[in-house]
């Protein structure tokens, strides 16, 4: 399923839209360095992850998710049981270093949590959409 499209302030309508990580780059593509820089992170990274553990949940936020033509990295939330924040940076530091400059990563035990709530509201405190990353 497409994700819905951005509303009139640039992102997405409220609630975590699930997409394949594949729908996700497609829409949001990589018309310029900056967004294929990000887009290359974004797929490698969530490659990983999933590798790592297929059961971790992956939140995508952040300028990335937006119209902003060059957003500076994608936002991710990663929701586990399993592996503490340290122990994800540190695996994702040995298989894929150079990706982890575009992204910040925050891991969560469980959700509703302060930054899901952070993730899901705006600067301006407007309720927006994150994406929910599907194997």
């Known amino acids: 399923m497409p994700l819905p499209s951005l509303r009139a302030d640039g992102t997405l309508?409220?609630?975590a839209h699930q997409a394949t990580l594949n729908e996700a780059?497609?829409?949001y593509p990589a018309y310029n360095q900056q967004r294929q820089i990000l887009n290359?992170?974004?797929?490698?990274?969530?490659e990983e992850v999933q590798r790592l553990d297929p059961t971790i949940t992956i939140y995508?936020?952040?300028?990335y998710v937006?119209?902003?033509a060059e957003p500076n990295d994608v936002d991710l939330l990663l929701v586990t049981l399993t592996f503490t924040e340290e122990e994800i940076k540190r695996y994702l530091a040995?298989?894929?270093p150079v990706e982890l400059v575009?992204?910040?990563i925050t891991v969560e035990s469980q959700l509703p949590s302060v930054i899901f709530d952070l993730f899901t509201e705006s600067r301006r405190?407007?309720?927006k959409g994150i994406i929910q990353v599907q194997s």
Not at 40 to 46: H, I, K, N, T
Not at 60 to 63: A, L, Q
């Open 60 to 63: 995508v936020d952040g300028s």
């Open 13 to 15: 309508p409220p609630g």
């Open 125 to 127: 405190g407007q309720q």
């Open 94 to 96: 040995q298989v894929c």
């Open 25 to 27: 780059l497609a829409a």
């Open 40 to 46: 290359d992170s974004l797929q490698r990274v969530v």
């Open 66 to 68: 937006t119209r902003k």
């Open 102 to 104: 575009s992204l910040d």
